[in-house]
């Protein structure tokens, strides 16, 4: 039977303008950056734009923890990212991605069309897709 979730597509809710790093990219300066955005965490592409890993607050906390027991402060993106990405595809359901986002840590996933990076879903993003149904489906 399926339900309106079902029918809606990452793709209508994703953030297509996105914040990207460099593996070449200073740490700081991205961190920077993804406070100013006010954002969790951001793709890493190389020069072609091939996806070669995510960089997530959590991945951040290492800059800290270098600094704090090491001396080292500051990087590059490269020495903190994520190389393994999840990724998901534009036309999966949003209902798919809420239980991809309830059974993991993640606060959002790289979009990919036909294995290029094309936007980024988040938790929110999932909620203004659950918002838009609320007047169309009464409780």
Request: glycine share 8%; charged share 25%.
């Amino acid at each position: 039977m399926g339900t309106p979730l079902d029918k809606i597509r990452v793709q209508d809710y994703m953030s297509a303008h996105l914040l990207t790093f460099t593996p070449e990219t200073d740490v700081l300066n991205a961190i920077n950056e993804l406070l100013e955005k006010g954002i969790s965490g951001a793709p890493v592409v190389d020069r072609l734009g091939n996806l070669v890993g995510m960089l997530s607050e959590k991945d951040c906390m290492r800059v800290a923890l270098n600094a704090g027991y090491h001396g080292d402060f500051g990087g590059k993106v490269r020495d903190f990212m994520s190389p393994r990405v999840v990724t998901v595809d534009a036309d999966a359901s949003i209902l798919e991605i809420a239980r991809m986002f309830m059974e993991s840590s993640f606060k959002r996933y790289p979009v990919v069309s036909d294995n290029r990076l094309v936007g980024n879903i988040s938790r929110s993003d999932v909620l203004r897709a659950i918002d838009a149904l609320r007047g169309k489906y009464p409780v």
